[in-house]
């Protein structure tokens, strides 16, 4: 009999006969890759967007026609909204926990399929409007399509949570105990976690944001709202680095070819750090007149929360030192985020004590600090688990040559930019200033701006 015969099922040549469509494969499918593939396309277009943000900063001091501090404000606010929700988290939540969570836990899928597809639509929805805000400049509108976005955006990140919390612990395969998996799934299950907890917090604070703006606000309104703002804008920070962290504790390993080092001490590294970042939001507080008390609770909290991080630091640089260790891209970028978080966090040591406290959470060194740990942190680990898996997600394999070039590019540019960012405190202008003029090292931040903006683009065009 041949083997088209007629006579095979119905049902048979229904469902696997039919190759779907354009439409129905990536619009309508709720399977996990899918959704995982949009999330990281989605991503890679918003942090176009971001990044020609941030060349627009760059430029400012450089161009008297943009010495507008209002529109430098609003630029500065979109920028960090773009990346923060709409590229680095979606990322490394949605793209690449959606591709290899059920995988490393024995599932066939996610537990809410349509719940997933859901959150990745509810997100680029919120991202379109938080684009019209930008359209519509200084106009009132713009503050309420802005805060809409959020809404909206917030509302997919949340179930994109809930799916993950409920894959992670209903869904394991026999034998996928807790305490045994892999160290990239536990920090995608830690950060749902605080997802889930915070998201709601700033839900709130968006809410009261929009009623101080069209009612009379109370004394000390501001205050209040800047309380609510890092109540939920501490955590989420953490929500971006952890599964980059777990990233890399997957990829040491896997190039030093030998196991993790301490890995339960990683998982248990992991938990505290998400813990810890819902204790120590006031340490951006400090410059509101805090009480004594509270002033030495929140220096305290700001050195121990580091304990953890330099633990999976010490476990991950252990790793390298009894293996032989392989530096090819994935090793690079692994490496990189090593490198960038421990300056970043001896930065971060500064800022919660002493007199200096009181000047630098307002000021540029602020900006890169925070651009050292967390965003470069995160987007090391974005290019890391982006060379890592790009075989098994596409079946093709990038040159080994282009992806050193991107990281030296992302390197390089990257400290040029923000190196010189803390010493631009020393001249005590608030980082909400547009008139710093074009000193050396803001000419010496614009170049490696550009520099960065080369490496990103090449990043683009080597992943298409």
């Known amino acids: 009999m041949d083997s088209t015969d007629q006579t095979a099922p119905s049902g048979f040549r229904g469902r ?67 990346m923060v929700f709409f590229t680095v988290i979606p990322a490394l939540l949605g793209g690449f926990g959606n591709w290899f969570v059920p995988v490393m836990i024995g599932a066939s899928d996610t537990a809410f399929p349509r719940l997933n597809s859901a959150g990745f639509w509810s997100t680029a929805s919120g991202f379109s409007l938080l684009a019209l805000s930008l359209i519509a400049g200084s106009s009132p509108m713009a503050a309420g399509l802005a805060v809409a976005g959020l809404h909206v955006a917030g509302i997919g990140l949340l ?12 869904m394991r395969g026999p034998g996928v105990q807790l305490s045994r998996m892999p160290p990239f799934v536990w920090s995608v299950l830690v950060a749902a976690s605080l997802i889930l907890l915070s998201l709601p917090i700033l839900a709130g604070s968006l809410t009261v944001l929009w009623l101080d703006r069209g009612f009379a606000a109370a004394p000390g309104a501001h205050v209040s709202l800047r309380q609510l703002f890092w109540s939920i804008g501490h955590p989420e920070l953490y929500v971006m680095i952890l599964p980059a962290f777990g990233i890399v504790s997957q990829v040491v390993p896997s190039f030093s070819r030998r196991p993790v080092y301490g890995q339960l001490a990683l998982v248990y590294a992991m938990v505290a750090i998400g813990i810890g970042g819902f204790l120590v939001w006031g340490q951006h507080m400090f410059a509101t007149g805090l009480s004594p008390d509270a002033s030495r609770y929140y220096t305290l909290a700001a050195i121990v929360v580091a304990v953890p991080t330099g633990v999976k630091l010490f476990a991950w640089l252990a ?52 651009h050292y740990v967390l965003s470069l942190g995160a987007v090391a680990g974005l290019f890391c688990g982006f060379y890592y898996w790009i075989g098994k997600m596409s079946g093709r394999r990038y040159p080994e040559w282009a992806g050193r070039v991107h990281f030296w590019l992302f390197f390089i540019g990257a400290n040029l930019t923000f190196l010189p960012l803390h ?42």
């Open 423 to 464: 010493f631009l405190s020393l001249d005590s202008l608030p980082n909400t200033d547009a008139l710093y003029g074009a000193t050396d090292y803001n000419n010496l931040a614009s170049v490696g701006a550009g520099v960065g903006a080369i490496g990103y683009l090449w990043f683009v065009g080597l992943a298409v």
């Open 159 to 170: 179930m994109g949570a809930i799916n993950f919390i409920v894959t992670i612990l209903t």
């Open 16 to 82: 696997y006969a039919d190759k779907p469509g354009f439409v129905r494969r990536w619009v309508l499918s709720p399977g996990c890759r899918e959704v995982g593939t949009l999330y990281l396309m989605f991503a890679a277009a918003a942090g176009l967007l971001g990044m020609g943000l941030s060349i627009l900063l760059r430029i400012q001091p450089l161009n008297p026609a943009f010495h507008d501090g209002d529109r430098w404000s609003l630029v500065a606010a979109v920028h960090g909204l773009v």
């Open 319 to 370: 790793t390298m030192v009894r293996g032989s260790v392989d530096f090819e891209t994935p090793m690079l970028f692994a490496t990189g985020l090593i490198a960038l978080v421990t300056a970043g966090g001896l930065t971060g040591l500064l800022m919660g004590t002493g007199e200096a406290r009181e000047a630098l959470p307002a000021s540029h060194y602020a900006v890169g600090h925070f």
